[in-house]
Structure formats: C-alpha cells, structure tokens
C-alpha cells in the first residue's frame, strides 16, 4: 500500500486526539489548514459544542500574515465566549510557519496554553 501524505496526516492527527480533549475549563483550540484558507476552532469536546471559532475568508495579506490575524481573531472570540485556557491541537501539521504563526498571535492577544 502506497502511503500518502493525506494518510499520514490523518494518523499523526489521531493519535494527537488521543491525548488532547477539550473540557468546558480547558476547551480545545483546533486548527485546519487547507491550500488557501486556514480555519480555527475552540471546542468543548465533552458538551460537544463548539465555543468560537474564526477563519481566513475575509483575511488580506500573505498566508502567514492571515493566519496570525486569526489567531488574533480567535483568542478575541475565546475571551467573549469566556475562555482563557485551552489545549492546542495542531491537527496533525507541523507546528511550523502558518499554524505556528496563528498559535503565537493567539498567545499574544491572551490566550493560554
């Protein structure tokens, strides 16, 4: 069987939500990165609902630049849906360019994790 990246993607992405799980203290900070958009959640993975969230759609600049303005823009909807702690989960990307960039700016406008 012929391996993809896709594949690999989805095992390194299990095993993550093997360790990681957000309660309604410490929700999860769920990030997907496609080709064009980046995308952020914070999840309460025990009520199963999700708490807030942001994207790149209405996001100008550079791929890097966008993801920090959602990392900027998720901690903001995290504070007024009464969040300040969370786990990240990277979702199986490498913690590296877009999704390091959104998680440090997340940090900078006051989240924790």
């Given at each position: 069987m012929?391996?993809?990246?896709?594949h690999?993607?989805?095992?390194?992405?299990?095993?993550?939500?093997?360790k990681?799980?957000?309660?309604?203290?410490?929700?999860?900070?769920?990030?997907?990165?496609?080709?064009?958009?980046?995308?952020?959640?914070?999840?309460?993975?025990?009520?199963?609902?999700t708490?807030?969230?942001?994207s790149?759609?209405?996001?100008?600049?550079?791929?890097?630049?966008?993801?920090?303005?959602?990392?900027?823009l998720?901690?903001?909807?995290a504070?007024?849906?009464g969040?300040?702690?969370v786990?990240?989960?990277r979702?199986?990307f490498?913690?590296?360019?877009?999704v390091k960039?959104?998680?440090?700016?997340?940090?900078?406008?006051?989240?924790?994790?």
């Amino acid at each position: 069987m012929i391996k993809s990246k896709k594949h690999s993607r989805r095992k390194i992405r299990y095993a993550i939500r093997n360790k990681v799980s957000g309660t309604s203290e410490k929700p999860r900070l769920a990030v997907f990165r496609s080709n064009k958009e980046i995308y952020a959640q914070v999840i309460d993975d025990v009520a199963g609902t999700t708490l807030a969230s942001a994207s790149s759609a209405d996001a100008k600049g550079t791929k890097t630049e966008q993801a920090a303005s959602v990392g900027k823009l998720i901690a903001d909807n995290a504070k007024k849906a009464g969040v300040k702690f969370v786990v990240f989960d990277r979702g199986g990307f490498l913690y590296h360019g877009r999704v390091k960039a959104l998680a440090e700016s997340a940090r900078e406008s006051g989240l924790e994790f």
